[in-house]
C-alpha cells in the first residue's frame, strides 16, 4: 500500500528530486525491488502502474545518481561499524582484566580481521593414472 507521500509532487528540492523521487530512492535501495519502492513512495496500490512506473524512475540520471549516492552512504556507514567493532575488541582484547574476556575478544577479533588460519593435514599416497588419447 502507499503511504501517501506525494504532496508537492512536483516541487523539487535542492538535490533536484521531488519528494515521490527521494522516497522512491530510499526504498529502493531498501530491497531493489523498483514495484515495491515504488508503490512505497506513491499513493497508487496499481502493480502494473507501480512496476510501469518505477522502471521509468531507475531510468533518469538523477534517480541514478541519488540511488548511488545512498549506497555509499550505507557502505560507508557499514565501513564505519566495521572500524568500531574491530576497535572495541582489541580494547577488550589488550586491556581487559579478565583473561577469559581477552582471549574471547582475540578470537572474535582475529575473525572479524579474517585472520584465522585453516590448518589442513592431509597424507595423499595415491597412484594417478593419465590416458591421452590422441587422434590423427
Not at 11 to 16: E, F, I, L, M, Y
Not at 31 to 49: D, G, I, K, Q, V
Not at 122 to 134: P, S
Amino acid at each position: 500500500m502507499g503511504t501517501g507521500r506525494t504532496n508537492n509532487a512536483s516541487v523539487k528540492g535542492p538535490d533536484g528530486l521531488t519528494q515521490l523521487q527521494r522516497t522512491f530512492c530510499e526504498e529502493y535501495i531498501k530491497h531493489f525491488n523498483a514495484t515495491e519502492a515504488y508503490m512505497a513512495a506513491s499513493t497508487t496500490e496499481n502493480r502494473t502502474s507501480a512496476r510501469t512506473m518505477g522502471h521509468k524512475l531507475l531510468q533518469k540520471p538523477e534517480i541514478k545518481r541519488e540511488i548511488e549516492r545512498l549506497q555509499k552512504m550505507m557502505y560507508e556507514a557499514q565501513f564505519v561499524n566495521f572500524e568500531r567493532i574491530a576497535s572495541e575488541l582489541s580494547n577488550i582484547a589488550f586491556h581487559s582484566d579478565s583473561e577469559a574476556n581477552r582471549l574471547k575478544a582475540l578470537s572474535l577479533l582475529q575473525k572479524q580481521l579474517g585472520l584465522e588460519k585453516t590448518i589442513v593435514n592431509a597424507d595423499i599416497n595415491q597412484t594417478v593414472e593419465i590416458k591421452v588419447d590422441i587422434e590423427d
